[in-house]
């Protein structure tokens, strides 16, 4: 069977892709490995999908060629997304930038994206294997049959949460076109410390800045909640700096993450702070002392790392103590020794070089006809709708090109 354009993967670029190429009036086939369409899509925003947001700055998408996400996504933009999406029938919801469907359903997102599809006559094969591809051009040998394409383009995600379909097999297929690959790390994800107090704070939710520190040079730096965890830290503020910590401790770097926990006060106020509750909690343990300022089993911790005798009576603290226990409200340091796996991570930092890839087409420029799109390719974004917008530009964009006859 012949094709104008052969697209792997039915996940966000893929779809977005097909779509793009079909409405170009080409004649499109989607080869999809699993069951069906937009697994990931369906998990996205805990089942609500934050499609994309208004809020789009240069620092929301990391790439080791930092300029290239931004000269794609000018190509096919926020705009151009939410007014995509309202004419397939996705009526936007806005929470603080943060876009959703209006009817918190992940699913309505996949749904209007295959209709659509359905109308352009693209055609799904799905439960198919790659087995290999033939050079030159593109005759792609699966496990059901043969198929020729004028064009392909690889929209086979990462390998982030695997179990949803990306499974790493397009940087195999990449590799194959003549391109290189960087690392691919995991990203979004939680990091593990050798704290030896971390289950103690097990649980604990708490509000501080956070930096991240790779050979005592800060990598990164965030501000919000994060949540302590048997394994070390979470929380979205920690999610956003992984990648950073990722890619130092690939590097061998020595990671720790210093945590502000009383950001709007300088250390010698928070000494004030100290001794004014000494003065008013005479005869109290220090531990009694410092209750009602952070969670209990946070203050323990702190008082421990600065060798302090929680049960001693807290007016018996010498101004050593002070200063020790007011760096581990300031400063208190965690050790991260590596970062949860790729099947807890929402994205992947790393992929196919953007030097190997036109960024007005997303075209190869090593393999003509070939084109690049997605989590696959070196770029990610933080959280808040910022990878999907990726997946919607780059599809868009290969998706246009590809299917232009
Ligand atoms: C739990 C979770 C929540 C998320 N929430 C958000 C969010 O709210 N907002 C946001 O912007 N981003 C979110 N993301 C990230 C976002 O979902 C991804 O970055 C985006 O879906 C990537 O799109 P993609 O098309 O490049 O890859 P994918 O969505 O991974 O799609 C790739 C497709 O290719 C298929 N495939 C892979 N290999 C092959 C092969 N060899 N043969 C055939 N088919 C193949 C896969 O099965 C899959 O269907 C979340 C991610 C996760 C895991």
Not at 124 to 153: A, H, M, R, S
Not at 226 to 233: S, W
Not at 352 to 377: D, F, Q, R
């Amino acid at each position: 069977m012949k094709y104008d354009v052969i697209i792997i993967g039915a996940g966000a670029s893929g779809l977005m892709a097909a779509i793009a190429a079909g409405r170009k009036g080409s004649s499109v086939l989607v080869i999809e490995h699993k069951d069906k369409a937009g697994k990931k899509i369906l998990a996205t925003g805990n089942g609500k999908c934050n499609y994309t947001n208004l809020l789009q700055e240069d620092h929301c998408y990391r790439c080791d060629n930092s300029l290239f996400p931004q000269k794609v996504l000018r190509l096919f933009d926020t705009d151009n997304t939410i007014e995509f999406f309202k004419k397939l029938g996705i009526y936007p919801k806005e929470k603080n930038g943060y876009l959703y469907p209006n009817s918190e359903q992940s699913a309505s997102v996949v749904q209007v994206l295959l209709m659509e599809c359905r109308r352009l006559g693209v055609k799904f094969n799905y439960n198919e294997k790659i087995i290999k591809f033939v050079k030159p051009n593109f005759t792609l040998i699966t496990d059901q049959g043969t198929y020729y394409g004028k064009n392909l383009i690889l929209a086979t995600g990462g390998c982030a949460s695997s179990k949803l379909g990306s499974d790493g097999s397009g940087y195999d297929y990449a590799k194959f076109f003549g391109h290189s690959i960087i690392k691919p790390l995991p990203a979004l994800v939680q990091l593990k410390s050798s704290d030896k107090y971390r289950k103690t704070i097990s649980g604990v939710r708490v509000v501080g800045n956070i930096k991240a520190y790779g050979n005592d040079k800060v990598i990164g730096e965030e501000t919000g909640e994060m949540v302590f965890t048997d394994y070390g830290i979470s929380g979205i503020p920690i999610m956003q700096i992984s990648r950073f910590v990722a890619k130092a401790l690939d590097k061998k770097n020595k990671v720790k993450l210093i945590i502000d926990f009383l950001m709007d006060k300088r250390k010698n106020e928070v000494i004030d702070i100290l001794k004014y509750r000494i003065t008013y909690g005479k005869g109290k343990s220090v531990e009694e002392m410092m209750v009602g300022l952070f969670n209990n089993k946070l203050s323990y911790v702190m008082i421990l790392k600065s060798n302090i005798d929680p049960t001693m009576i807290c007016d018996k603290l010498k101004a050593k103590d002070l200063e020790k226990l007011a760096d581990n409200i300031k400063e208190f340091t965690m050790i991260i020794i590596d970062t949860n796996s790729f099947d807890k991570a929402q994205v992947t930092a790393g992929g196919v070089s953007t030097l190997e890839i036109n960024e007005k087409t997303m075209e190869s420029k090593i393999t003509k006809g070939l084109y690049l799109s997605g989590e696959l390719v070196d770029v990610d974004g933080t959280c808040g709708g910022y990878n999907l917008q990726w997946a919607w530009s780059s599809g868009y964009v290969a998706g246009t090109s590809a299917g232009a006859l």
